[in-house]
């Protein structure tokens, strides 16, 4: 069964600085990965959809990379602001249904 | 445009009530979800569909039905309700890989 961790569960940073966000899988054999993002109390949204023979994908100032080998994608949200504050999920396709992790909760502090 | 809609946002059920969570989608897509988000885990699928009059079990598919009689509703039937059901319900369709989610509802049974 896959199982998808991100580490850390919390992160709370000054508006300005970079933020790294991790994801790890463990099984390799997946068709994509996705990031999203959820604000409180509504829904998620794709943020970034790699496919497995992708390394990266950027769309303004995130840029997600995939590691199938070693089970690990990493978001990468720059100069981060107030407006960043949210929990991100990623997700990985193994088969036709998504496996998600329990996301990461950032908050940027103004 | 108003992408993917669920009906209720809240509600409150006691031990042994049923009901019917209805997702509606404006989109057109063929792939329909049902995911239970709780505290601290990932999303869990609970049923999905890849089109009209097909419905398939997800991973914790256990106390709960599904129908799709018309390609843009979903339905998801508590028939007779526990206390481990209270949870976030997120309805998805998906196009191209991607989802589209709704903005959730909140069960709550007492």
């Known amino acids: 069964k896959q199982e998808v961790t991100q580490i850390p569960a919390a992160l709370s940073v000054p508006e300005g600085e970079n933020l790294v966000l991790n994801c790890s899988f463990t099984?390799?054999?997946?068709?994509?990965l996705q990031w999203f993002r959820q604000d409180p109390g509504k829904g998620l949204t794709s943020l970034l959809l790699i496919q497995s023979s992708q390394r990266e994908q950027t769309s303004g100032r995130l840029n997600a990379s995939l590691d199938k080998s070693s089970g690990r994608s990493t978001l990468y949200i720059a100069a981060s602001q107030p407006g960043d504050s949210a929990t991100y999920l990623c997700a990985v396709r193994p088969g036709n249904k998504l496996s998600f992790g329990a996301g990461t909760t950032v908050t940027v502090r103004a | 445009n108003a992408g993917v809609t669920q009906t209720p946002k809240f509600r409150v059920l006691k031990t042994g009530q049923s009901m019917t969570l209805l997702c509606a989608q404006d989109m057109n897509h063929e792939y329909m979800y049902w995911y239970r988000q709780d505290p601290g885990m990932g999303l869990r699928l609970i049923h999905y569909?890849?089109?009209?009059?097909?419905?398939a079990k997800g991973e914790v598919p256990d106390g709960y039905n599904v129908s799709r009689l018309k390609k843009q509703n979903f339905l998801l039937g508590l028939e007779s309700a526990a206390p481990s059901q209270t949870s976030v319900y997120f309805c998805a369709s998906s196009y191209d890989e991607k989802l589209f989610f709704g903005s959730g509802t909140q069960l709550s049974v007492l």
């Open positions: 099984d390799s054999a997946i068709y994509n």
């Open positions: 569909s890849v089109g009209e009059g097909t419905t």
